[in-house]
């Protein structure tokens, strides 16, 4: 049941970190190849992290602030 509520945990995060980037980029005609293979290397890391591991809300730097 532990890893269930882990599972879960880390899927909302990623969807969370998903969710920032979308918005951010919503709103913009052009997005980077750059900036997107930074949110797919940010969810990767989220859905690979041993469970151990603190999950980081955080949206990689070049994200934020556009």
Do not use: C, F, Q, Y
């Amino acid at each position: 049941m532990t890893d269930t509520r882990e599972a879960n945990a880390v899927i909302a995060e990623a969807l969370s970190v998903i969710d920032k980037a979308l918005s951010g980029m919503l709103n913009r005609e052009l997005v980077s190849s750059g900036e997107v293979a930074d949110v797919l290397l940010d969810v990767r890391s989220l859905l690979t992290a041993p469970a151990a591991e603190p999950v980081v809300s955080e949206l990689s730097p070049d994200l934020v602030g556009h």
